[in-house]
């Protein structure tokens, strides 16, 4: 569980991103705490997995919006 952007938080910010009728996205991982693609164990699979699926999430977003 997130404790700096829990669930709650996480709903109204796709509310007011939805709002803006601009491109978002929001991808959610289990298992991984917030800010686990900057310190992360990376020795642990689930974390190295998620990670790594974050990069090419945000870069293929990039690649198509910008």
Not at 51 to 60: D, I, N, R, S, T
Request: net charge negative; proline share 3%; aromatic share 16%.
């Amino acid at each position: 569980i997130d404790t700096i952007f829990p669930t709650e938080l996480r709903h109204q910010s796709e509310e007011i991103l939805a709002k803006t009728k601009l491109p978002y996205q929001i991808n959610l991982f289990s298992g991984v705490e917030h800010g686990f693609s900057v310190r992360a164990d990376l020795s642990v699979k689930q974390n190295l997995y998620a990670k790594e699926q974050a990069f090419l999430q945000a870069a293929a977003w990039f690649d198509f919006y910008l």
